[in-house]
């Protein structure tokens, strides 16, 4: 099917390859000229305005949004939704406050344009690996779009069946999941994203830990030299903390032993700080991820190796520069 994207940036612009690859026809939109007509060259229809990029579109139309969250979504969506009809849809793929999405789904119902919000995981691998989507908006706008969702999507690979799902049909396995009316996915992807702080944070903390062992402080009799690169490796192959996290880390160490070219600044985007005021509001315990956001805002006063190792994965995983700090997607 024809899907247009507004926003070529790491991920945008490797989705629309991603779409391309499989077959369908996109149309894209991105204020740098460079970055439309690099995908023009690769077979992308480009445009250089919202006018054209909206004209170019077939009725019912379908636009994803895949730019920088709050001031800069919020433009884009209000620009589109003011050149769209009814029956088209709007997608927002980027890391939006789940409350954002409530709202402009009610905004947007009365003129019949649908709003659908599409939490994205996959970072700089997603052209290979896919995207991990989680999906909210109504039923029929998102069984539309699901062409575009199952081809941006892992597929099902070489991952075993979960014991007790084998029966169950659902587009889970297969890396995408409509998770309930609008905001439910950007909630879902919200709460994923606090996940990931904490488990970044375990990590980085168990390998300072262990590189902290070889220090003065240490009675000589405990002093090991461990080497932090093969450990990683190890733990890859069979242990219990094996993750896809653990993979980039030991890719990180292994480019980098020292972590030499990371400070240890770590931004964070929204969504862990969103997490923690999700599970205020509820009242649900949230110690480790509410730790772990606190950790990040001292990684900004004086950087240990750890934190150093919380960079490098950003870096590994979504392509996030320690000078991009505070810049969203």
């Known amino acids: 099917m024809q899907l247009g994207m507004v926003g070529l940036g790491r991920m945008g612009a490797n989705m629309?390859?991603?779409?391309?690859r499989s077959g369908h026809a996109c149309v894209v939109y991105d204020p740098n000229r460079?970055?439309?007509?690099?995908?023009?060259?690769?077979?992308?229809?480009?445009?250089?305005?919202?006018?054209?990029?909206?004209r170019r579109l077939e009725a019912p139309r379908a636009a994803w949004v895949m730019?920088?969250?709050?001031a800069p979504t919020e433009e884009t969506v209000t620009a589109l939704s003011g050149r769209m009809e009814r029956g088209d849809?709007?997608?927002?793929g980027g890391n939006s406050n789940f409350h954002d999405d409530v709202r402009r789904a009610a905004m947007l119902a009365p003129r019949g344009i649908r709003y659908?919000?599409?939490?994205?995981s996959g970072g700089v691998w997603g052209l290979e690996r896919g995207?991990?989507?989680m999906i909210g908006g109504e039923a029929d706008a998102v069984a539309r779009l699901d062409p575009i969702f199952r081809t941006l999507a892992p597929g099902r690979g070489t991952i075993a069946a979960t014991p007790g799902r084998e029966n169950l049909r659902s587009t889970a396995e297969d890396g995408y999941l409509h998770c309930g009316p609008p905001?439910?996915?950007?909630f879902v992807k919200m709460v994923h994203n606090g996940i990931e702080y904490g488990l970044m944070q375990a990590y980085a903390e168990g390998f300072d830990i262990m590189r902290s062992v070889r220090d003065d402080a240490v009675p000589a009799e405990r002093r090991y030299d461990l080497d932090l690169g093969a450990?990683?490796?190890?733990?890859?192959?069979?242990?219990?903390?094996?993750?896809?996290?653990?993979?980039?880390?030991?890719?990180?160490?292994?480019?980098?032993?020292?972590?030499?070219?990371?400070?240890?600044?770590v931004a964070d985007s929204g969504e862990g700080r969103w997490t923690v005021l999700a599970a205020v509001e509820e009242a649900v315990p949230a110690p480790v991820l509410s730790a772990s956001l606190y950790a990040r805002f001292r990684s900004r006063q004086q950087h240990t190796f750890g934190e150093k190792l919380l960079s490098a994965l950003r870096y590994e995983f979504g392509g996030h520069r320690e000078a991009d700090a505070g810049k969203g997607r």
């Open 16 to 20: 629309v390859r991603r779409l391309m």
């Open 183 to 186: 905001g439910a996915g950007h």
């Open 231 to 265: 450990i990683a490796e190890v733990w890859r192959r069979g242990s219990v903390i094996s993750s896809w996290l653990l993979d980039l880390a030991a890719t990180a160490l292994a480019h980098d032993p020292a972590l030499a070219g990371f400070t240890g600044d």
């Open 131 to 133: 995207y991990c989507l």
């Open 67 to 70: 730019v920088p969250s709050g």
């Open 89 to 92: 849809i709007i997608v927002d």
């Open 34 to 54: 460079e970055a439309v007509l690099a995908l023009e060259r690769e077979g992308a229809a480009g445009t250089h305005s919202l006018d054209e990029f909206v």
């Open 116 to 120: 659908v919000d599409a939490g994205t």
